[in-house]
């Protein structure tokens, strides 16, 4: 198994770098007809389906491995910030195999890692062109039988700026995707069966924030446990520690977030010309472009007052809109496994440890583990047979570990 996934890593990375080369520099992709959500949303239930269609799904750009399952594209009613109804797109995928594990189909809803900011970075397209880096974790997942949806958040895909690592508006997508495959008849998948979460990086804020929503707002989900591996928990560490980094994008990419859920930010009247310039870039960005794009830029070349983004994050109102992001401060009801590399080069250990500690500090079951793994991408590579072995030992009902007051 171990084997073949990373033979699957290999060729889903190939694919994300063909992909970027292929878009970079690209303008701003027209929305497809199938992104573009009615007016005004129907009425319904957070998680109802208000569209879907057939689609597909392979490893590599050449789409020569395509995954064995039926897939569905669909678009779904949801949450954002302020708890305002939202049309979000994403994939379910059902292995074509019969489930022959216990009881009923598990369902896992997958929080996919930064992608970017462009219409055309969203899971549910880049999947279906061969092109998504987390394409072989979600085999893997297929693998062993589980039915899978894969949420693209807000904004991605669907009209409006993503809001990236925001806690509210991903835990919300996440929740209401495991909802929305339930319901899909197409799918055919258990309405009322268990599910897990799992995710790494914004994927596993995502995973996080949603474990902490979930016992109030979507307590009927049987959720059997939620893994999160290396997940932006403070994002004032992440901010401080992205400054002046090869992956100083995903602080754009933040800044754009922020500013499209709190628009009384005014965050572009910070920044000088270049800084206004860099902004509108990152708005149409990919993940692997605007780390080429903006590599090592220093934030303080960026504000119109000289100072570090970082600066602000202590002072009104930027503080507590920064502070409403904090992962740690709600108790998740069901078991969680956090995987976190202590030589993460993009996510600081540190911070991960700490939302970890919080929930023991909370009386939840957590198990976290340390990584040696080297960097960000090598503690991804790492964590995952971990995480998804954990996931599968909460779908057979085994009793899960917890170390906290050990770590």
């Known amino acids: 198994m171990l084997i073949h996934f990373r033979r699957l890593v290999a060729a889903g990375l190939t694919g994300a770098l063909v992909f970027a080369l292929l878009t970079a520099g690209s303008s701003p992709a027209a929305a497809a007809s199938f992104y573009d959500p009615p007016s005004p949303l129907p009425a319904g239930r957070d998680g109802d389906i208000i569209k879907h269609e057939p689609a597909e799904f392979f490893i590599d750009p050449v789409k020569l491995i395509r995954v064995d399952a039926d897939v569905q594209r669909i678009m779904y009613l949801s949450r954002d910030t302020h708890d305002r109804r939202i049309a979000v797109t994403g994939l379910v995928l059902t292995p074509k195999g019969a489930w022959t594990g216990k009881g009923e189909r598990p369902l896992v809803g997958y929080a996919v890692g930064t992608q970017g900011m462009r219409d055309d970075c969203a899971p549910s397209r880049a999947l279906a062109a061969g092109a ?55 799918a055919n998948l ?46 004032g560490a992440v901010a401080k520690q992205l400054d002046g980094h090869y992956a100083v994008a995903f602080l754009g990419f933040a800044l754009v977030s922020m500013n499209t859920a709190y628009p009384e930010l005014d965050i572009p009247a910070l920044l000088n010309d270049k800084g206004k310039k860099l902004y509108e870039q990152v708005r149409h960005e990919c993940l692997l472009d605007g780390i080429a794009n903006h590599a090592f830029t220093r934030s303080a070349d960026l504000t119109a007052d000289g100072r570090p983004l970082a600066d602000y994050l202590d002072e009104e109102p930027y503080k507590s809109r920064v502070a409403e992001q904090r992962i740690g401060l709600r108790k998740p009801g069901v078991p969680t496994l956090v995987v976190h590399s202590a030589l993460d080069d993009i996510v600081p250990y540190p911070q991960g440890r700490e939302m970890a500690r919080d929930w023991c500090g909370l009386g939840a079951k957590v198990q976290f583990s340390t990584s040696l793994a080297p960097t960000h991408v090598g503690g991804a590579i790492g964590a995952y047979p971990e995480g998804l072995t954990w996931l599968g030992d909460r779908f057979e009902g085994k009793a899960p570990p917890v170390n906290c007051g050990t770590f």
Not at 144 to 165: A, F, I, K
Not at 202 to 216: K, R, T
């Open 132 to 186: 998504e880096y987390e394409g072989p974790s979600i085999a893997a997942l297929l693998l062993r039988g589980y039915g899978v949806v894969v949420t693209d958040y807000e904004g991605l895909g669907t009209p409006g700026d993503h809001t990236y690592v925001n806690r509210a508006a991903e835990g919300h997508a996440v929740l209401d995707s495991l909802r929305a495959a339930q319901r899909l008849p197409e």
């Open 190 to 235: 258990p309405g009322d069966g268990p599910v897990g979460i799992a995710g790494y990086s914004q994927g596993g804020g995502a995973s996080a924030a949603a474990a902490e929503l979930q016992p109030e707002y979507a307590p009927e989900l049987d959720l059997k446990g939620a893994y999160a591996g290396a997940p932006p928990a403070e994002l």
